[in-house]
């Protein structure tokens, strides 16, 4: 079965670090496209960044020059490196999985950012 599994979200003060990480199983992982969601509560949930198969990435507006996106295909994970946070980086991330017809997602990981 498909799994993803994302880890490392926390509670954090303003101007820190957190890395994100999401393990997927069930897929070949090098041929998906990879991307972090997030979702506040009463907000849309939008795209913050992504990386192709071949390691093109890109980013929300927001976030540019915070976060990194990267991948271990060896190890079949995606991560979400994200500096300098801010409190309305508070939100649930969740680790999406693309190819063609095929989307997965995890259960999501909260991230709150303190002032």
């Known amino acids: 079965q498909v799994q993803l599994v994302e880890s490392g979200g926390g509670l954090v003060q303003a101007g820190g670090s957190l890395r994100l990480s999401c393990a997927a199983s069930?897929?070949?992982?090098?041929?998906?496209?990879m991307a972090w969601y997030r979702q506040a509560p009463g907000k849309q949930r939008e795209l913050v960044a992504a990386v192709t198969v071949g390691g093109s990435t890109n980013y929300a507006e927001s976030v540019k020059g915070r976060f990194a996106i990267s991948r271990d295909n060896a190890k079949n994970t995606v991560y979400l490196q994200m500096n300098s946070l801010k409190p309305e980086d508070t939100a649930v991330y969740y680790c999406?999985?693309?190819?063609?017809?095929?989307?997965?997602w995890g259960q999501g990981t909260q991230v709150t950012v303190s002032s």
């Open positions: 069930g897929i070949t992982f090098s041929t998906y496209a």
């Open positions: 999406n999985a693309n190819r063609r017809a095929f989307n997965y």
